[in-house]
Nanobody, 123 residues
Framework: DVQLQASGGGSVQPGGTLRLSCTASGFSLGDYAVAWFRRAPGKEREGVSCRSADGSTYVGDSVKGRFTISSDIAKNTMYLQMNSLKPEDTAIYYC?????????????????WGQGTQVTVSS
């Protein structure tokens, strides 16, 4: 049974940090591209960052220099380190795993999705 279990969301003040985790079961995370997406209230889903199986990464302009995507293959877990958080980062964050090893910011490319974890940035 294939599952993605996301965790690590919460409420922080502007300038704070959070690390999201997403643990996969039923398949090996290292064989596929992975990504984080988010959906803010009243907005379209947005690609935050993605990582190909070869380690190459893409980071969206709105989070560049603040967010970092990574994977721990031994733990079959992917992460999103979020630093210098801003109120506009408030959203539900979703992890996703692609149909292949190559990453893209196109959500249609991803076959497995985690359940979402809420991130709220507010003073």
């Amino acid at each position: 049974d294939v599952q993605l279990q996301a965790s690590g969301g919460g409420s922080v003040q502007p300038g704070g940090t959070l690390r999201l985790s997403c643990t996969a079961s039923g398949f090996s995370l290292g064989d596929y591209a992975v990504a984080w997406f988010r959906r803010a209230p009243g907005k379209e889903r947005e690609g935050v960052s993605c990582r190909s199986a070869d380690g190459s990464t893409y980071v969206g302009d709105s989070v560049k220099g603040r967010f970092t995507i990574s994977s721990d293959i031994a733990k079959n877990t992917m992460y999103l380190q979020m630093n210098s958080l801003k109120p506009e980062d408030t959203a539900i964050y979703y992890c996703a795993v692609a149909r292949s090893s190559a990453a893209t910011s196109n959500a249609e490319w991803y076959r497995y999705w985690g359940q979402g974890t809420q991130v709220t940035v507010s003073s």
